[in-house]
């Protein structure tokens, strides 16, 4: 299982730009997979209905939520811009680098050096990084402002409890 702590972007491509990493190590995906009982018929949200039999399968949460095992990785999102978005403080993003962001997709970015997560809006030519929390203002790049985009977050892993 791996262990250690997420360290924010700090190593560099080989055009010498920064690229996210996690100090941890990374399972490998030919190793046997973890998989945990899977009950595919659901369960109601709203009134009970009766069980339909005890039928499962197996299911693997990276086999879930990983496209593409190269590229993608985890980061805990912290603060409250995202939260509109169902993304709150201590939540496990997946973001998958290989992804081109699209309108509407939301991103890990950094500007100038600082890194955040938000919601891309293309307007024509306008390029807008948009927060999910009304107290929090969208913000309109620049081409005076150095920024990358660092994937596209594909799931939230969140406790409930």
């Not at 998958?96 to 809006?121: C, H, M, W, Y």
């Not at 990084?129 to 929090?136: D, G, S």
């Amino acid at each position: 299982m791996p262990t250690g702590t997420c360290k924010a972007f700090s190593r560099m491509t080989a055009d010498r730009r920064p690229r996210p990493y996690c100090s941890m190590e990374a399972p490998s995906f030919t190793e046997e997979l973890l998989g945990q009982p899977y009950f595919e018929e659901g369960v109601a949200a709203g009134f009970p209905s009766p069980a339909e039999g005890e039928s499962h399968s197996m299911l693997d949460l990276n086999q879930l939520c990983v496209q593409h095992p190269a590229t993608t990785y985890y980061v805990k999102a912290r603060g409250q811009s995202m939260t509109g978005a169902g993304i709150e403080d201590g939540d496990i993003l997946v973001v998958d680098r290989s992804r081109e962001p699209q309108n509407g997709d939301i991103i890990i970015a950094a500007i100038d050096g600082e890194f955040t997560v938000k919601r891309l809006r293309y307007q024509g030519q306008i390029v807008q990084l948009v927060p999910e929390n009304p107290e929090f203002a969208p913000r309109t790049l620049t081409e005076a402002e150095k920024s990358d985009f660092f994937g596209v977050v594909t799931w939230v892993v969140k406790p409930i409890r």
